[in-house]
């Protein structure tokens, strides 16, 4: 692992970079091979914490509907999870994180700080494993950005800006905190003969009494007969539903009977909570890429913006709207003739200006690539048409390329669970949850 680079080598590569004319990458490489090898750290220097703590672990339950993702993962106990545990304490070994910025980011509870964090060890295994040195915020020459890596590979290198996007449904009046609290307490509802369907009528303003609704949804439960309710189902197709209100909440519960061989047992509650409202990954990803991209004036080099978009709706047409404009119909004056596909003058990519956003080589997506499942997911690379700098870096990503005035899709080579040094059925082949 490459030692981090000190204000005075900093300084020396840049001025090295300066006068000679050569990449401030380059320079930097010069001044270290001439620095000789670092001392060893001394005998009995405290070692490094760990990211998770090393306690015995007995509970093996999914996470609460409150309970947050560091959390969960430091407490779950199982073999597919202690899987997950030791990989990423082995990836955090190889990260340099002298401060401990990274660990304290990736044991917050806060979503945006976790997820961040979390995204930043990804990428730091990923591109180490295709055989990058790599240097954590590097000093830019012209610009007070520092993005998150430095990469080199023999000639090849580039920058990479990791940042994370949270979009999806957008419903004007929910509140998931306080929704959570109540999907916490009806699954505190002791019933072995139902699931509930839960629909929010109103989001009330303040956090809800748990014992009045766990008290009425039991009692109603309770005098409900299942095998009644089976059977007038299978003539209305209806299910029995009931409004209760809580101060200012109300909401709305159906009765879904569980199948005869399987009542009174352990089986999650509450089923199928429908969502609505509009989704926002567009606007959510192209102001997210803009606010990144405005911190560099100038890089020295290929930039690459690395999105963890946590939307399980973020699909191509999304990024391909955020990146070059939203689509729209055009219509023919005349009224005769066919209309067609036009891209609105909105997007990173192409603006009214025209082409914009160029300082951004590429955009890396990683669609939902999680702690659990990064072994099966490739992330995307989609290369500007225009960049100032283009990326000409061997990748094996999958990646999207505007060719001839036509958007190119191509697929990955290869296996993910590979490059990153997992088994196929990595981190089972125990289920996550054993029944």
Same mark, same amino acid.
């Given at each position: 692992?490459s030692?981090?680079?000190?204000?005075?080598?900093?300084?020396? #590569?840049?001025?090295?970079?300066?006068?000679?004319?050569?990449?401030?990458?380059?320079?930097?490489?010069?001044?270290?091979?001439?620095?000789?090898?670092?001392?060893?750290?001394?005998?009995?220097?405290?070692?490094?914490?760990?990211?998770?703590?090393?306690?015995?672990?007995?509970?093996?339950?999914?996470?609460g509907? %409150?309970?947050d993702?560091?959390?969960?993962?430091?407490?779950?106990?199982?073999?597919?999870?202690?899987?997950?545990?030791?990989?990423?304490?082995?990836?955090?070994e190889?990260f340099?994180? !002298?401060?401990?910025? $990274?660990?304290?980011?990736?044991?917050?509870?806060?979503?945006?700080?976790?997820?961040?964090?979390?995204?930043?060890?990804?990428?730091?295994?990923?591109?180490?494993?295709?055989?990058?040195?790599?240097?954590?915020?590097?000093?830019?020459?012209?610009?007070?950005?520092?993005?998150?890596?430095?990469?080199?590979?023999?000639?090849?290198?580039?920058?990479?800006?990791?940042?994370t996007?949270?979009?999806? +449904?957008?419903?004007?009046?929910?509140?998931?905190?306080r929704?959570?609290?109540?999907?916490e307490?009806?699954?505190?509802?002791?019933?072995?003969?139902?699931?509930l369907?839960?629909?929010?009528?109103?989001?009330?303003?303040?956090?809800?009494?748990?014992?009045?609704?766990?008290?009425?949804?039991?009692?109603?439960?309770?005098?409900?007969?299942?095998?009644?309710?089976?059977?007038?189902?299978?003539?209305?197709?209806? $299910?029995?539903?009931?409004?209760?209100?809580?101060?200012?909440?109300?909401?709305?519960?159906?009765?879904?009977?569980?199948?005869?061989?399987?009542?009174?047992?352990?089986?999650?509650?509450i089923?199928?909570?429908? +969502?609505?409202?509009?989704v926002?990954?567009?606007?959510?990803?192209? !102001? !997210?890429?803009?606010?990144?991209?405005?911190r560099?004036?100038?890089?020295?080099?290929?930039?690459?913006?690395?999105?963890?978009?946590?939307s399980?709706?973020?699909?191509?047409?999304?990024?391909?709207s955020?990146?070059?404009?939203?689509?729209?119909?055009?219509?023919?004056?005349?009224?005769?003739g066919? !209309?067609?596909?036009?891209?609105?003058?909105?997007?990173?990519?192409?603006?009214?200006?025209?082409? #914009?956003?160029? %300082?951004?080589?590429?955009?890396?997506?990683?669609?939902?690539?999680?702690?659990?499942?990064?072994?099966?997911?490739?992330?995307?690379?989609?290369?500007?048409? $225009? #960049?100032?700098?283009a990326?000409?870096?061997?990748?094996?990503?999958?990646?999207?390329?505007? +060719?001839?005035?036509?958007?190119?899709?191509?697929?990955?080579?290869?296996?993910?669970?590979?490059?990153?040094?997992?088994?196929?059925?990595?981190?089972?082949?125990?289920?996550?949850?054993?029944?």
């Open positions: 692992m030692a981090q680079p000190n204000r005075k080598q900093q300084r020396l #590569a840049r001025e090295i970079s300066k006068s000679e004319g050569v990449p401030y990458q380059t320079a930097l490489t010069k001044i270290r091979a001439t620095a000789g090898p670092q001392s060893p750290s001394p005998v009995g220097s405290v070692p490094r914490p760990t990211l998770f703590d090393q306690i015995e672990r007995t509970n093996p339950s999914p996470a509907h %409150r309970e993702s560091f959390s969960f993962l430091n407490r779950v106990d199982g073999p597919y999870w202690g899987n997950v545990r030791d990989q990423l304490e082995l990836w955090y190889a340099p994180d !002298a401060d401990g910025d $990274l660990r304290s980011r990736f044991r917050n509870a806060a979503p945006q700080q976790h997820y961040a964090a979390w995204w930043e060890l990804y990428l730091h295994r990923l591109f180490k494993r295709l055989g990058f040195e790599i240097e954590v915020h590097p000093v830019l020459e012209h610009s007070s950005g520092r993005p998150d890596f430095a990469l080199t590979r023999k000639q090849e290198f580039f920058y990479v800006e990791a940042l996007v949270f979009s999806g +449904i957008d419903e004007p009046g929910r509140h998931g905190a929704e959570a609290e109540i999907t307490a009806l699954e505190s509802v002791n019933n072995g003969d139902f699931h369907k839960l629909r929010f009528i109103q989001v009330g303003s303040a956090s809800p009494r748990r014992a009045p609704i766990v008290r009425e949804v039991t009692g109603w439960l309770n005098s409900l007969d299942p095998n009644a309710v089976t059977n007038g189902m299978e003539r209305t197709y209806e $299910l029995p539903t009931k409004t209760f209100t809580e101060g200012d909440w109300i909401l709305e519960l159906g009765a879904w009977p569980v199948t005869a061989e399987h009542r009174g047992g352990d089986h999650p509650l089923v199928g909570a429908p +969502i609505s409202g509009l926002n990954d567009v606007e959510k990803l192209r !102001a !997210a890429l803009e606010r990144k991209h405005a560099y004036k100038r890089p020295e080099a290929p930039l690459v913006l690395a999105v963890l978009a946590m399980s709706f973020m699909e191509d047409r999304a990024i391909a955020a990146l070059f404009g939203s689509e729209a119909i055009m219509m023919p004056k005349s009224g005769v066919a !209309a067609k596909m036009v891209r609105q003058p909105d997007g990173f990519w192409l603006n009214r200006g025209g082409a #914009a956003g160029d %300082r951004a080589s590429a955009v890396l997506i990683g669609k939902g690539i999680m702690h659990h499942n990064c072994g099966g997911t490739w992330p995307q690379l989609w290369h500007h048409p $225009l #960049a100032s700098e990326l000409n870096v061997d990748l094996p990503f999958p990646a999207a390329r505007v +060719i001839d005035d036509a958007l190119q899709l191509t697929d990955g080579r290869g296996h993910p669970h590979e490059l990153l040094g997992l088994t196929a059925d990595w981190p089972g082949p125990h289920p996550p949850f054993p029944r």
